[in-house]
């Protein structure tokens, strides 16, 4: 079963910016889409942002659109969300999630095969 591995996250002041990535490994793994969802505490995990491997096409969450970007860098096989003008309710944890195949509407977490660890995003005065 391929995994995701995660990096980036940390405490960022309101309005700034961060950049997570996303890389399955092993990196020859397969994925039709890459997503991005967060989660906090007592609330259903998000969709955030997805990426479809093949033809680059992506959707946002309209809390996000304007100010997040999912990107990929195929040579390297990483996804990136870059996320700027950062807000306080932007805190959460924040995942991967990958599927092999069409499983679904993109910000249903069911979509996806398997998932990243997470990494905090704290944005705070």
């Known amino acids: 079963q391929p995994k995701l591995v995660e990096s980036g996250g940390g405490s960022v002041q309101p309005g700034g910016s961060q950049i997570l990535s996303c890389a399955p490994s092993p990196a020859t793994a397969e994925t039709f889409a890459i997503a991005w969802f967060r989660q906090v505490p007592g609330k259903e995990r998000e969709g955030v942002a997805v990426i479809y491997r093949l033809t680059g096409d992506s959707s946002y969450a309209d809390s996000v659109k304007g100010r997040f970007t999912i990107s990929q860098e195929m040579s390297k096989n990483i996804v990136y969300l870059t996320m700027n003008d950062l807000k306080l309710e932007d805190t959460a944890v924040y995942y991967c999630?990958?599927?092999?195949?069409?499983?679904?509407?993109?910000?249903?977490?069911?979509?996806?095969?398997?998932w990243g660890q997470g990494t905090q995003v704290t944005v705070s005065t």
């Open positions: 999630a990958a599927n092999r195949l069409y499983r679904g509407y993109w910000s249903r977490s069911e979509s996806y095969d398997y």
